[in-house]
């Protein structure tokens, strides 16, 4: 069951990259080299802390990481679209 579920979010990663370089026009390299890097370190060390964790806590705590991982990813995903729509009307205005 994992095995097909990460088989359909696997095409989430190839997306956001595309639509990550057609928001933000011009820094092709740095975006897609800042999502690999992210997607690399993002998928071990949350498996590494929830592994941990499941060794010495109680399941209510790996719980409460989980939504502070979610609650962080969703606060910085809402600056991202902040700052793009920021930049966008920079110079939408040039």
């Not at 989980?66 to 991202?80: A, P, R």
């Amino acid at each position: 069951m994992t095995f097909i579920i990460g088989l359909f979010l696997s095409g989430i990663f190839a997306i956001t990259i595309v639509y990550a370089n057609s928001v933000i026009r011009g820094s092709t390299i740095y975006i897609t080299s800042t999502l690999i890097a992210s997607g690399g370190v993002g998928g071990s060390l949350i498996p590494l802390i929830i592994g941990w964790e499941m060794d010495h806590f109680y399941s209510q705590v790996i719980i409460g990481t989980l939504f502070c991982v979610l609650l962080i990813m969703s606060i910085l995903f809402i600056l991202i679209i902040y700052k793009v729509k920021k930049i966008n009307s920079v110079i939408s205005v040039k």
